[in-house]
């Protein structure tokens, strides 16, 4: 993914991620966040390496 293409996906994910935490009390425990979180983690590594 290029530079603008990960801080979209990663924006994305970071205001899914709110919403799910709004709604489930942000529980890690809950699949769905954990997914999320563990996406945008991937994408800002991704990012990293493309950009350093």
């Keep these: 993914m290029d530079k ?4 979209t996906e990663i924006k994305r994910l970071q205001d899914k991620l709110a919403l799910l935490a709004a ?3 942000f529980s890690f425990s809950d699949p769905e966040v954990y ?6 983690d991937n994408l ?5 390496k493309a950009n350093c």
């Design 44 to 48: 800002i590594v991704e990012y990293m």
């Design 4 to 7: 603008i293409r990960l801080e």
């Design 23 to 25: 709604i489930k009390n």
């Design 35 to 40: 997914a999320c979180s563990c996406r945008i």
